[in-house]
């Protein structure tokens, strides 16, 4: 009997992850591996292809086993062309009809989505979602990506380009973003952002834990500052919790813009675990509004890294489903 | 032969406001009359149906010809239960039930959404929607009321209560608002907020046109404020630039999280018309992103302080189009 099975793509800026899974979100066979996008569409898609083909053959399975393949990328793109217009990530990929060239290659329909949309259609459809329709999710790693699903879709736009919640402005006049604005959220509460302006702080003269290390070249990362905050270190403690506090006003945006049952946090920064909701729900308990107890609950990522190749995976289960 | 018609009722603190609609959104009749709602709900459930009877009568029509009825009221209210939880312009009403209230009275089907959502859902029915599906109104009056369509449908969220965005946290630690945060949009940027700000600026001796007339007992209005910017008096310029300053940081905010095609302003501050545009754009182009060209259109509002009864009966038409 022919098996039934999904797809799911995570394309990044240094990984390449796939993952075949089944109609209940469990992931049959994965794998990973570096990718270097200068190599330019044409290499990539080549590689998704054999990567396809080798989780496929691990599994004795051909490609008429796939009813249809997900893919997630950094955006800006076009879902309804499946068509990546340019990423920071992907530096010299322009206008790629990525989807329809991989469904050629393959011979099976694909699905393009947004990363930070895919993994939070993941988190809903077999994670943290916990079988509510409405949920805002937030992944804290390099820059801050984000996905919205209300009544149970993936909210997209006008411009498809919805949910680009880590730059929304959360201090006005506040640090530079590479995107053009000031103040952004991910300038201050990605594990990347933490890292940045503790090194900031060390190079300004300020007295850190991790100076010394610094200074002999261990790089710093958002590990090492949350375990400084946590042994009393004041610079790391300080941004710490600015990071936290920023959060909160995110999500006190987040609750009048969608008023999601919940929102969900993953990437490098929530390894940090109740050091951050705790933080967070600290910062809330005095700025969220008291006219009305419509709060979400705040929760961890429960596919962790897994949630982008899910959540591809999922979204082309329901292309399939749809279409059938 | 049996007329199709709809009506729409707007239920504000101050005023009553009902219209009968036909199925293209054009008013058949309205009218509209103060309303002490310190009476309590009955007395004005009791008011509503003696003014869709009166609006009837004036068309020699009769409920009968009423597809369903739909009611614009201050929230936070349940959608699904037809129920106002508390309303700050409400003062005393505590868990109406409204809709059924009024259903009984009426004896035809009445829905019940939140007065910005109404307005929104007007200018997206026959207004300023100009045919978009995704679109956000914001509606710039005693606070900030707004309204968000995506894919042609109101926005609700979980808690029903979404689009709250006059509660948009623009400035961090800013100017407390009622509802308990800080730095809400609608302390900056709302026609009372402006007129507000400069009475304050007078009342700590700065140097303002619209002193004297005030020490002499004149209220100052937002229109009073536009009028002595556009004739350069400084404090009036600062506070009307910072309100304007503020809509470009909320219009940036609500870009990324929902990515509409248009954003439609109403309420007593958008009569400054151009006034208003070209100072939000000129921040807009300062402020905004560069790496997507995603910023909506932003325009004003074409239903004017019709887009509240029009949109409750835009409501209703498309209640009793998916009831048939």
Sequence with gaps: ?????????????????????DRDGRIIAKASQPV????????????????????LAGRSCDRSDLVCVGVGSPGPLSIREGRIHHSANLPGWRNVPLRDTLSEKLQRPVVLDNDGNAAAFGEFWVGAGGGCNDLVMLTLGTGVGAGVVLNGALVHGHFENAAELGHLIVEVDGLPCPCGQHGCLEQYSSASAVARRVVT??????????????????????????????????????IWDEACMYLAVAVIDIQHAYNPARIVLGGGMSSAGAFLLDRITDHLTRRCWSLHDDLPVITLSELGTDAGVIGAAGLAWRHANDAS
């Design 1 to 21: 009997m022919q098996q039934q099975l999904a797809m799911g793509i995570d394309l990044g800026g240094t990984n390449l992850k796939a993952a075949l899974v």
């Design 36 to 55: 270097d996008v200068s190599r330019g569409p044409d290499a990539v898609i080549d590689e998704m292809v054999a990567m396809v083909d080798s989780l």
């Design 201 to 238: 702080a060390i190079e300004q003269g300020q007295a850190c834990a991790l100076a010394a290390g610094f200074q002999s070249g261990q790089p710093v990362d958002c590990v090492n500052v949350v375990q400084c905050a946590k042994d009393g270190d004041a610079v790391c403690t300080k």
